[in-house]
């Protein structure tokens, strides 16, 4: 197969139509006799409600209904567990999940109590205002560890304690590696990691045609087809007559992923019981209540280490706050659990944690998903280790990387897709000696560095890894089609929110049949165009939808050939197809247009061989056995006022290895736009609470977002080490460069400030600069 | 967040506006550039049953400044106006330096100086600005009009000393004296956020090197823009060395009343005033010309 | 007298003339978009934080989340719709933002695009540190801006030569 794309930097498919504002976003969707809805949501973490006065919003013209739980009748039930606990031994696991509309007691800020549909978005927030609501305040768990304990005030009663789960897994006997250890580092982490807040909000939009017998709902969801699926069966429908349409989305980063989010619930209801389309769209005010964040977890860990600095095991127990409910499992704190390892041989590994739930919004993934907090942790103690040990930061890690000759590399415990944690492939020292010459490593540190600190500045730099587990099963489909018009379509079950899928998926497609990439169309996120898929998440679109897509589009090249030779008379071996044609090879004027032999794929009359199916055209699906481990390296050069604690990054390098790569513009794109998010993680973004778990930064205004002057032109570097899992050798990005950058600054920060040599540590992220402060002058 | 009903008046002149004014009182707020007041409407935190639009009047967006440099600054003149005025960039150095630290270029194409001053945030910069040049601010209403003194409008939080009938129609900045010098400095999460901590110095000096006067005015150090009378006074009739630095910083220090945020406690933010207030200061006095 | 709670508002947008009654509290944004039906400009945070419903209103680029549609009567007022030429032809900062791969998701695309069309008929030769102020008032959370101010850098001397 000529490869003419897969691997060019190939200018976007989908750019022409967001660059005019011709795209198809949520709020765009337009519709006869179209309603608006606004949500009434709670203003208290913890209370009952003892009544619901609606009458004057009733009143009110222009509101056309407002329902409460009690009209929800049996459609107000808790959620589905999106995902369930993996089966391991001894797990403890209090699935609790949220309603649509609270029928008696509130259990964070924002939870709905309310839905008005009105005429306008604007009459709807009039009549939201006249709604009477008795709350009966109740005590409220907002800190994590406040809210661990056992006298805490219960998130949900029937529960002795607020332990949402309890797992434990382990490797070896880390007891035993530690008593033969030179060293044993123990601290306190404490890891925080915030809200997406992509600049598009969520949205609901949905149609009921009674004639047809049929819903239709745009969202923006991540995941269509789960999302189909859950509303037939909560509306006692047949998939086939629900629709569900992701249009365009301004950004996911995990989010958008939940289900059901009560929203995606109570739009579809309405407009049934309605009888018109009804329209939500998610404000600023609400998304930071109303649609997950990630948040924070606590972490007592040590390793044991040899004189050499070699690894001898890691014991950790951690935290980790899963807000109100848990209807996401345990994806997040396994992850933690998991990346913990990192790209270093961990022969013992004792790890606990225990998810809590607290009167706080709910957490799902966003971005990293949980693996930032494990990085932060492994990454903490090797530094201080290298400290302690006398040992260079880069050399410690060097010296417990995971050998090239050991993969697949079996880590002996379960990851978030219930496999057992298996690196695919990996090679991990070559990748950081390339981020290190990029940087200037040993000449920053051994010249530069000192100089610098003689003329009173204080610049420090940072070297951090990590791996990502990426390209998660179960599985992706796509089904492709040569039209009559010589296009070719591609459709797959898969949302799309900025990641390209336009066009890499297009351009697997148009090596295989010789089209252009601007020849294919990309259908993503129409359970009508494609029926099965599980979602975008977990860094899996190009690995697990992009091999679905590819193998669709083989199965299509041997038919074209199979028709074309019939048509020629010829052998297939002699074919060659490029240009939108089928040529014989040699003879230029034997051709024939991918077009005309579509017609052909598809005769109005006369007879075909038994067997035969008509159209160019077929469908696959992919599933990998497990997840593909990338791997990356982080590098900065940062220099801090040390009286103001105002940051400047003179030098960013990121290192990565995804395997095969389809789009080089992309991926870059994906490394920046994480790297973007780390750095808001790392020093900008907090979601911050008080003790009765009241948001007080909920605007974009408090919640800060790092804008061009806080993020820095990046370097990439790269090595390609492809996944046998997959037959493209592809590895997943999309998470990949948010997740180091907390580790990457903690390190960096404390090396210019050189506050080690003062015996203060940064062991916290978020970090800014009045806690820089507070921290370099040793208020823990 | 849609904002809440209100009746929308585009008076026909000044003397209608100040009318609608006097007729409605607090229940009617003047819509300037709006960029404070709507997005506070959009969040339902404000909601005036009344706005009266100055935007279509005319004679109100005057911006002269004089030979000498005494500035005239009318209700409607946009920050972005100020950004781009010859006069202010020669003659109000120290308003100069300060405007392009208020929010993004989207909002100074509307926002207007009298429409921050009048909204009177504590956290923002320009109160203090203005504290620091010795601003007057004409205070219009059909009972006719006055002058205020900078030190003596801004009140308390969101409260200024403008009647309910008043209308802020111009701000007047003195000439800068001679042989003065001013900064402006700041320390604030992301460029266009409002500061964690903000000071405006202004220092005049003898011909032998002493100080002869100084005003130093903080934005986010209280309910009001404030000034550090005392950190002034350690620094006039002395040279300003490494020690007078030293000193008023620790004066400034005390003088601040910063209300803590999420992004800064009120100890970071009086260590902030007094960081900024050397190094203004410093600044200040090598700008002296 | 009293004040109406609705008018009508008469703009040009895009060149082209409009009249609508509306609500005297419509938002700029809402009235675009919904009245005229020019979804290209986006509405990401409705309190002036997140700019992307950045239009020109008469030649500057404002946040349509805090200007009332009663604002506009009388005024010029251009769109994302109104970039490309009448042909199609891409405006050549979209052309950049194509080329260096400047746009995600593409929702914050539109109030960027405005912000950077005013920017550079101002400053028509940018340094990399005047291109990242001029964009900071604009959030996105896909792209890292890297490709952004490659995109301006690319697109200012095209436009300068035109």
């Known amino acids: 197969m000529e490869t003419r794309y897969v691997g060019a930097p190939v200018t976007r498919n989908e750019d022409a139509r967001l660059l005019t504002g011709r795209a198809l976003f949520i709020d765009d969707v337009k519709l006869g006799n179209l309603l608006h809805a606004a949500v009434l949501r709670s203003p208290l973490a913890h209370a009952r409600i003892r009544a619901i006065d609606t009458s004057a919003a009733r009143a009110r013209a222009g509101v056309v209904g407002i329902f409460t739980a009690a009209d929800l009748g049996a459609m107000c039930k808790p959620g589905p567990v999106v995902v369930r606990p993996p089966p391991l031994d001894g797990v403890t696991f209090n699935a609790r999940t949220q309603m649509p509309l609270v029928k008696d007691t509130v259990r964070h800020v924002g939870e709905p109590i309310a839905l008005v549909v009105a005429t306008s978005r604007y009459v709807a927030e009039d009549a939201l205002d006249d709604i009477e609501v008795d709350y009966e305040a109740l005590p409220v768990a907002a800190d994590l560890e406040a809210s661990a304990r056992a006298d805490a005030p219960r998130v949900h009663d029937d529960l002795a304690d607020n332990v949402a789960a309890h797992v434990r897994q382990t490797i070896g006997d880390y007891a035993a590696a530690a008593r033969n250890a030179a060293r044993i580092i123990k601290r306190r982490f404490s890891y925080d990691h915030g809200c997406s807040s992509p600049i598009e909000t969520r949205g609901v939009v949905a149609a009921w045609d009674a004639k047809a017998d049929r819903l239709t709902v745009w969202d923006t969801t991540q995941a269509p087809v789960f999302l189909r699926n859950g509303l037939a069966g909560v509306f006692g429908f047949s998939e086939r007559q629900v629709r569900v349409v992701a249009p365009f989305i301004g950004g996911g980063f995990g989010p958008k992923i939940m289900m059901f989010y009560p929203e995606e619930i109570l739009i579809p209801w309405a407009a049934i019981k309605l009888g018109r389309p009804v329209k939500w769209i998610e404000d600023r005010a609400e998304h930071f209540v109303a649609t997950t964040h990630e948040r924070g977890q606590i972490h007592d860990a040590e390793v044991a280490l040899a004189a050499d600095g070699r690894i001898l095991g890691v014991k950790d127990v951690f935290l980790h706050d899963t807000g109100a409910y848990d209807p996401y499992g345990l994806t997040v704190p396994i992850n933690s659990q998991c990346t913990l390892l990192g790209p270093y041989v961990v022969p013992t590994y004792d790890s606990t944690f225990t998810a809590v739930f607290t009167h706080k919004p709910i957490v799902t993934p966003y971005r990293g998903a949980g693996r930032q907090h494990g990085v932060f942790v492994i990454e903490r103690l090797l530094d201080i280790g290298a400290r302690e040990l006398g040992l260079d930061r880069a050399e410690i890690r060097r010296r417990n990387f995971i050998p090239p000759d050991a993969f697949p590399y079996d880590n002996k415990i379960i990851y978030q897709d219930f496999a057992p944690l298996r690196y695919d492939s990996g090679n991990y020292a070559p990748l950081l000696d390339k981020l290190l010459d990029a940087i200037g490593y040993e000449k920053f540190v051994r010249t530069e560095q000192p100089a610098l600190r003689a003329q009173g500045r204080h610049v420090g730099i940072g070297v951090v890894c990590y791996v990502e587990g990426t390209g998660i099963g179960p599985y992706e489909g796509a089904k492709v089609q040569v039209q009559t018009s010589g296009r070719v379509s591609l459709a797959t079950g898969v949302g799309t929110q900025g990641q390209g899928h336009y066009t890499s998926f297009a351009q697997l497609v148009a090596d295989r049949l010789g089209v252009a990439v601007g020849d294919v169309d990309v259908v993503t996120g129409d359970t009508d165009q494609f029926y099965w898929g599980a979602g975008t998440f977990a860094s899996r679109g190009a690995v697990v939808a992009g091999n679905a897509v590819d193998q669709a589009a083989g199965l299509v090249r041997a038919k074209i050939l199979r028709v074309a030779a019939e048509h020629f008379e010829c052998a297939e071996v002699d074919l060659v197809l490029g240009d939108g044609a089928v040529a014989i090879a040699g003879v230029p004027e034997r051709t024939i247009t991918l077009a005309a032999l579509a017609g052909i794929a598809n005769p109005m009359r006369g007879a075909v061989a038994l067997g035969t199916e008509p159209g160019l055209e077929a469908t696959s699906y992919f599933g990998p056995p497990s997840g593909a481990t990338a791997n990356g390296a982080h590098a900065m050069i940062v220099e801090v006022d040390p009286e103001t604690m105002m940051i400047k990054i003179l030098k960013y390098v990121v290192a990565h290895d995804c395997g095969t790569v389809i789009n080089p513009l992309i991926v870059a794109g994906q490394i920046q736009g994480g790297v973007a998010q780390g750095i808001g993680n790392a020093f900008y973004e907090q979601l911050v609470f008080d003790d009765q778990a009241q948001l007080l930064n909920g605007t974009l205004a408090d919640y800060l977002l790092p804008t061009a002057l806080e993020v820095p032109r990046l370097e990439q570097v790269d090595t390609v080490t492809p996944s046998p899992l997959n037959p493209l050798g592809i590895k997943g990005v999309g998470e990949a460069g948010a997740i180091p950058v907390g580790a990457l600054f903690a390190q960096a920060l404390e090396d210019a400030l050189e506050l080690p040599r003062r015996g203060i540590e940064l062991n916290e992220i978020p970090l800014s600069p009045n806690r820089l402060w507070e921290l370099a002058r040793g208020e823990g | 967040m849609k904002p809440a009903p209100f009746d929308y008046w585009t008076p026909e002149s000044l003397e209608h506006a100040l009318a609608l004014k006097a007729e409605h009182g607090d229940a009617a707020r003047w819509l300037a550039g709006g960029q404070s007041l709507l997005p506070a409407m959009n969040l339902r935190l404000a909601r005036p049953g009344i706005l009266i639009d100055l935007n279509p009047l005319s004679g109100l967006d005057g911006l002269t400044v004089g030979d000498a440099g005494v500035a005239r600054i009318g209700a409607l003149v946009r920050y972005r106006a100020l950004e781009r005025d010859a006069g202010i960039a020669r003659h109000q150095t120290l308003l100069a330096e300060a405007v392009p630290h208020v929010a993004h270029p989207q909002i100074r194409n509307r926002g207007t100086l009298c429409g921050n001053l009048a909204h009177a945030d504590p956290a923002s910069e320009l109160p203090a600005v203005m504290l620091a040049l010795g601003a007057r601010l004409q205070a219009r209403s059909i009972r006719g009009e006055r002058w205020i003194d900078a030190q003596d409008f801004f009140v308390d939080l969101f409260t200024t000393a403008l009647a309910p009938d008043e209308l802020l129609a111009a701000v007047e900045l003195p000439a800068p004296p001679p042989r003065s010098g001013g900064a402006f400095l700041e320390v604030a999460r992301r460029r266009g956020d409002y500061a964690m901590m903000a000071v405006a110095a202004v220092i005049e000096l003898a011909p032998d090197g002493s100080c002869t006067a100084a005003r130093l005015a903080y934005g986010n150090a209280g309910p009001s823009a404030r000034r550090a009378p005392a950190a002034e006074q350690a620094l006039v009739g002395r040279r300003i060395d490494d020690a007078a630095l030293r000193e008023a910083a620790a004066l400034a220090e005390r003088a601040v009343d910063p209300p803590g945020s999420v992004h800064a406690s009120p100890a970071f933010q009086r260590h902030l005033a007094g960081v900024l207030t050397r190094r203004a200061v410093a600044t200040a006095v090598a700008r002296v010309s | ?162």
Do not use: W
Not at chain 3, 52 to 81: K, N, W
Not at chain 3, 95 to 103: I, K, S, V
Not at chain 3, 109 to 132: D, K, Q, S, Y
């Open chain 3, 1 to 162: 007298m009293t004040a109406p709670k609705a008018r009508s508002v008469t703009t040009t947008v895009n060149g082209v003339r409009a009249t609508r009654t509306v609500e005297t509290r419509l938002l700029l944004c809402d009235f675009l978009r919904h009245e005229l039906d020019l979804t290209g400009t986006r509405v990401g945070c409705e309190h002036g934080a997140c700019g992307a419903c950045t239009v020109l209103l008469d030649g500057l680029p404002v946040r349509s989340c805090l200007t009332l549609a009663v604002q506009a009567d009388g005024h010029a007022i251009t769109t994302v719709e109104g970039l490309a030429a009448s042909d199609g032809t891409l405006h050549p900062l979209q052309a950049a933002f194509r080329e260096t791969h400047a746009l995600q998701c593409g929702y914050c695309t539109a109030g960027i695009l405005m912000t950077l069309v005013a920017f550079l008929a101002e400053h028509p030769t940018p340094n990399e540190a005047e291109v990242r102020a001029a964009l900071s008032g604009n959030l996105c959370r896909c792209t890292g801006y890297q490709h952004m101010v490659d995109a301006v850098l690319l697109a200012a001397p095209r436009l300068a030569g035109k």
